[in-house]
């Protein structure tokens, strides 16, 4: 497993506009956002740290749709998996996006050559479909959009698939659990597993504990 934390903040981690344009390695994707629906235009917290003062965690009641809007570890997680493809390319790897939200991750690494699983929940999905459909088309049929609750069969998603993707998945430890059940009904030996969070609040003490908890091999990783 690998994990890709940072601090930055940048124009990526805008929220407010109602779709975002991004370059990301050859490819240019369009990702419309829900930025009502999200709360992200109320800027409020939740499981803060004293030493924490980033303005962009969600309180409770927000929580459930953060995945309407792009977040930055998104974008920064997509930017890594195609500096660094996992086998070299990303031509027919099997991959399963889990929390994709809009879909940036996926969609990037769906338009690299990869046939992607994009996983979310119910209220998320028609959005994650409909940026998959606006960068990849009408008639691709590699990559779809499942609905998937952590902790949940994963059979829809099988068989194993050479990676696993994550962007800004570890925020509430109380979903640690569920998550960490799914990373393992789905990975096989050869299973690869990315994620990407900004280290905020209470992730400064929990950095990895998800990798510890499953018993994979960690390694943090730049964009160097």
Known sequence: ???????????????????????????????????????????????????????????????????????????????????????????????????????VCGIAVSMAGAQVILTDLSHITPLTAHNLKVNCGDHQTHSKVVVHCWGQDVKELMPSPDVIIGADVVYQQEHFDALITTLQDLAAAHTLIYLAFKIRGKLRSSTGQVAHDIVFELQLATLA
């Open 1 to 103: 497993m690998a994990l890709v934390p940072f601090r930055v903040s940048g124009a990526a981690a805008d929220q407010t506009l109602e779709h975002r344009i991004f370059q990301i390695g050859q490819h240019t994707i369009r990702i419309d956002q829900d930025v009502h629906k999200s709360g992200s235009l109320q800027r409020v917290r939740v499981q803060p740290s004293s030493e924490d003062s980033s303005p962009d965690v969600k309180s409770e009641e927000h929580l459930e749709h953060v995945g309407l809007v792009v977040w930055q570890s998104a974008f920064v997680l997509a930017e890594y998996l195609l500096r660094h493809p996992p086998f070299g390319q990303w031509d027919d790897v099997h991959a399963v996006d889990l929390g994709a939200g809009t879909g």
